[in-house]
Nanobody
Framework: QVQLVESGGGLVQSGGSLRLSCPASGRPFSDYVMGWFRQASGKERAFVSGISRSGANTGYEDSMKGRFTISRDNAKNTVSLQMDSLNPEYMAVYYC??????????????????WGQGTQVTVST
């Protein structure tokens, strides 16, 4: 089992940046593919980005390519999401998640085994 705790959310002006972090504890961090999801009010949880166990492979939702960057530090048991050029479209609760059953980056929430509590990202105009 692994425990995940997101941080780094908050209020940012349109065009600004935020960096989310998610340290993990429990089983070896490198056992998991890691992902970030978002859930806007009234909408389903949606894939944002994911990174393979070694960090060599990443995946992004199409609208976030070139805007968001995912990274992981297996020595520090942490996955991060750098979010640039934010606009109100990206306002949501952001969750990090861990998948134990895949070698590639899965994109459906049901593919992930462990979740953090979420961190709110608010973008003002």
């Amino acid at each position: 089992q692994v425990q995940l705790v997101e941080s780094g959310g908050g209020l940012v002006q349109s065009g600004g940046s935020l960096r989310l972090s998610c340290p993990a504890s429990g089983r070896p961090f490198s056992d998991y593919v890691m992902g970030w999801f978002r859930q806007a009010s009234g909408k389903e949880r949606a894939f944002v980005s994911g990174i393979s166990r070694s960090g060599a492979n990443t995946g992004y939702e199409d609208s976030m390519k070139g805007r968001f960057t995912i990274s992981r530090d297996n020595a520090k048991n942490t996955v991060s999401l750098q979010m640039d050029s934010l606009n109100p479209e990206y306002m949501a609760v952001y969750y990090c998640a861990a998948a134990a059953r895949f070698a590639v980056v899965p994109r459906h929430p049901s593919d992930y085994d462990y979740w953090g509590q979420g961190t709110q990202v608010t973008v003002s105009t």
